[in-house]
């Protein structure tokens, strides 16, 4: 197989691909892309469930943990007023989670920046590749009506022209003749007309769902974001309520970590099973999409020396065709003009004709070479399974991270709301709420009240 330019598969991909496959009996899978096999498809299905079995086992560690925590707790003994011990590791525990937790929301970002990327060279090469194939089929076109017009037009006219001598009349029937197997050759060189697979559709649907992919992942980290500072915020506050908010938001983001975890992981496995070896899947692909025969295929995905241009004996007919019939039109202007002066304008409109045809012509071959294809062939796999890859393995990092740190701060945030300092009246008559001719002026008209017992109205 040919390898595109400047692709390799990279060590990420060779180390995924030799992951186990295995379906749901646990039954060994080939590791060779085959996303319509049913036994594929169930080892990528498992490689999601094995990430919903983390978030079961996570949610029963909190569980347990809470519960423990609740339930096991040794009573305080009346009147303890300092806060029992560990309680600042608790605290801080929570806050270095959270960190780690702010630390993966960057990497995420990163990572969906990187796949995102990845993603729009692809849809890029297969824009530019449609280029190229829909100015294949003008050229051609082009070429063609330009050749049919010259022979209903001027070489008609010319044979009008040149009745009297037979053997000029010959040579203008000659060179019809050679124009018409002209146009009947180039035909054949629009090999993508009329094929129902379309390159902008793919790359619009591409882009359709990378959008909101993109917009997804966004959401899901601004949120996590929030609730990290909130929860910073609510630690640094004592506020218990704004910290209960969090943890119960902190639940919600640890359940989309695990699945989009899940979803990761399977979707990383999957394109490297399809980077560590895209030529034999795209080939089959496009032969069934397409309907084109296998040659032309092999040629422009693998262009190599061992497989040859399906166009060459086509591209060589009509070269010397229209070289045949440059020679036969200048005999005919050495001939025919000194005798038929009328002559010369139609052999001019096809001498120029005839120079248009060939420089484009020459601009068709340069594009049916395989170079150009397969340059936009090896521009999509490097941004499918280089930044693509790597930008969704950066987003695994970030979901195990946000998983670890949620699952650290759900089990540290009940501990931490618990030694927050209960709110007493004694904090009302303090003076830290009410300044003090406030106080004086509630505490003067009532000349009997009755004060709590820990505060004392200070003397006038």
Known sequence: MGTPPGYRPSAWVHLLHQLPHADFQLRPVPSGFAPQEQEYQQALLLVVALAGLGLGLSLIFIAVYLIR????????????????????????????????????????????????????????????????LTAIDHLVLEMVERLDEAVRTELTTLEEVLTQRTELVAATRGARRQAEAVAQQLQGLAFWQGVPLSPVQVAEDVSFVEEYRWLAYVLLLLLELLVCLFTLLGLAKQSKWLVIVMTVMSLLVLVLSWGSMGLEAATAVGLSDFCSSPDTYILNLTREETGLGSDILNYY?????????PFQQRLTVSQRALANIHSQLQGLEREAVP????????LLSLEETLNVTEGNFHQLVALLHCR??????????????????????????????SAGALATALCSLPRAWALFPPRNPSASCSGSHLSEPFLHARLEPVPHLRSFPSCRRRPH
Not at 70 to 92: H, M, N
Not at 301 to 309: D, E, H, I, R
Not at 386 to 401: K, M
């Open 339 to 346: 005798q038929f002066p009328s002559a010369q304008k139609p």
């Open 69 to 132: 925590f609740c339930c096991c707790r040794p009573p305080e003994p009346p009147g303890a007023k300092s806060p029992p011990p560990g309680g600042g590791c608790v605290t801080w525990s929570c806050i270095a989670a959270l960190l780690v937790g702010c630390t993966g929301i960057g990497i995420g970002f990163y990572g969906n920046s990187e796949t995102s990327d990845g993603v729009s060279q692809l849809s890029s090469a297969l824009l530019h590749a449609n280029h190229t």
């Open 301 to 309: 995905f693998l262009c190599n020396q061992a497989v040859s241009n």
């Open 372 to 401: 150009g294809l397969h340059k936009d062939y090896g521009a999509a796999l490097r941004g499918l399974c280089e930044d693509a890859l790597e930008g969704l393995l950066y987003l695994l990092l970030f979901s195990l991270l």
